[in-house]
């Protein structure tokens, strides 16, 4: 195959990025804009490769850091056809130095990373502080666990991962869309929709890892214990978490691109807040199970759940754009679900109410989650979803 005229450009093109990625360490920024630049260049010489646009984005990114692929020696073929043999040598030189790049890379934190680090020793400080202080616990705690906790806890439990299961091993939950978008839709959508779908897995094995853990409490006999039930408050933040960054997704430009930088910036912001907000209310609610607050004995728990429920709604006023066109009274059972929360501390925390109740709110609050999970999973089968994000984007630019 003769060289193509466009040789020289693409090479210096090829080795400036190259050396983006070794001297920046800026690797996510290749997925896009300067990519597209090579694509661009690739695609004229073998018009083949403009219907895999994305696949070519992903050679190259193997080929940038010199990853010995199949895709990448596709990449490796056409380079060699366009007769920039230097550029491989310039991997071969710098392959030790692309290699520690690389793991750099890996082992970065975010911001919001970070932030959950923090979070984590604060909560292990939290949970043990009684035994780092040597200060007794003062509040009694005093359950009486009947039977019914665990069948119900035991029957949302199963509910809740099957949920999880049907959606991370099966087409039903709506991965095949997530798999095979519509076409002719940008990569930045493609990543968006991975990136709400993920967080969606996420927040139904928070659910089953919260009731799994209440089948353990109840079935032990160990719900009685104070440390117990503060792990509790810490478990339950996690769906918490998982509504923050579903709305942060939705609500704010979350994927890297050279000129949003500011809109990652405040996409890592939003969850770093709302993660910082959830641990100070679920350490508040650990310390008021501890020791005896006097007037204000009980507001660490009430606090909790106001913070879960605000979360929640964050999420679910989301859900009411436009760009979904959905009627809005469908989302008035996913506001029900927000205010059982409440209900749920309020009557319970102050005995107002009896088990019948209790078993009333807790069977209503199975039902909307289900309601939840299919409607959420009718949209993104029906590409609701997809929609929203590719009209979101337009409107970004």
Known sequence: MKKNTLSPDLDL????LCRKVLNEGDYQNLSNQDLNQVSSFLIQFNNELSSSRESLHK????????????????????????GYLGFQDFIQKNKLKIQTTRIRQSASLS?????????????????????????????????????????????QAVVVISFYMITRFTDFGGRDKIKNPSVNRPVEVQHSMQQFFKGWKYLWLSFSLLYVWFCILYGSGLYT??????????????????FAYLFSVMDVESIPRPKSKKS????????????????????????????NLGALDGMGTYILGYTNVIVMLYFFGRLESHY?????FVLLPLYTYAIIQIAYVLFF?????????EASIIGM?????????FLIREWIKEGKIETYFFRQHEREG
Not at 128 to 151: A, C
């Open 111 to 155: 911001p919001f990373h970070k932030t959950l680090m923090f979070c984590g020793i604060a909560f292990l400080i939290a949970l043990f502080f009684p035994l780092i202080s040597g200060i007794t616990i003062e509040k009694s705690v005093s359950v009486q666990i009947e039977g019914s906790e665990l069948l119900i806890s035991i029957i």
């Open 59 to 82: 050679s190259l990114q193997n080929w940038f850091l010199g990853k010995n692929t199949p895709s990448a020696s596709k990449v490796e073929e056409i380079a060699k056809s366009l």
């Open 264 to 291: 990652i910036d405040t996409f890592y912001t939003y969850l770093s807040v709302f993660t910082i907000g959830l641990s100070i209310s679920s350490i508040l609610s650990i310390l008021d199970r501890y020791y």
């Open 324 to 328: 979904l066109n959905v009627n809005r």
């Open 349 to 357: 925390a102050t005995d107002k109410g009896g088990q019948s109740f």
């Open 365 to 373: 609050a199975l039902l909307l989650k289900a309601f939840l999970y």
């Open 225 to 242: 214990n104070p440390y117990a039930q503060s792990a509790s408050d810490i478990v339950t933040i996690f769906s918490s978490l998982c």
């Open 13 to 16: 093109l090829c080795k400036t």
